[in-house]
């Protein structure tokens, strides 16, 4: 009896059929792994190139709402410095907008300016309080005024907000007959 190619310590792999066979398996699989062809490559880089796009414009719009943001908080903060500062300031008789421009004690930051755009008179005796526009001719007025301003940056509105300027005299007659809805209480 003959000994196998196993007992001769040759093994399977020795064996020119396994060779063959082996060979025959690694040129299919050369065959089917032939890479990618260009309509691969092409179609991989366009979505990449639409994931890039979509990213910069969503991280763009962040910065510009942000900004937006920001530019209205210090409006706000400004508007309420105003606010605080007209309620300091003396009441003026028959004012014009140029006597609330700029209240003592308010600090206007760089690139901000505020525009008083109407200062309107009760109609005395409303209730509910109207206003009507100061008269150039005006002598006395009934001890209460709207005021109306807008604060803007680098020449842009960016908010407009009313206040109500009362008399801050000693009470008469006139400031006696503000409605309550707008003076509040006494």
């Not at 366009?46 to 969503?58: D, F, K, P, R, Y």
């Not at 009507?132 to 005024?145: A, E």
Request: some cysteine; charged content about 20%; overall charge positive.
């Amino acid at each position: 009896m003959g000994l196998s190619q196993v007992q001769l310590g040759r093994g399977p792999r020795l064996d020119p059929r396994f060779r063959r066979r082996r060979t025959a398996r690694i040129q299919r699989n050369q065959r089917n792994q032939r890479g990618e062809t260009l309509l691969e490559v092409l179609v991989t880089v366009a979505l990449a190139g639409i994931v890039v796009v979509t990213v910069m414009g969503s991280i763009s719009t962040g910065l510009r709402v942000s900004q937006a943001h920001r530019r209205l908080a210090s409006a706000e903060l400004l508007a309420g410095n105003y606010s605080e500062a007209m309620s300091a300031a003396p009441y003026v008789t028959c004012a014009q907008t140029l006597a609330y421009e700029s209240p003592v004690g308010l600090d206007v930051p760089a690139g901000f300016s505020i525009d008083v755009t109407s200062v309107q008179l009760w109609d005395d005796g409303s209730n509910p309080p109207t206003f009507s526009d100061v008269p150039l001719d005006c002598v006395t007025d009934s001890g209460m005024q709207k005021v109306t301003f807008t604060v803007e940056r680098a020449g842009e509105d960016v908010l407009t907000r009313t206040i109500v300027k009362r008399f801050d005299g000693p009470t008469t007659t006139r400031s006696a007959r503000c409605p309550v809805t707008v003076c509040g209480a006494r």
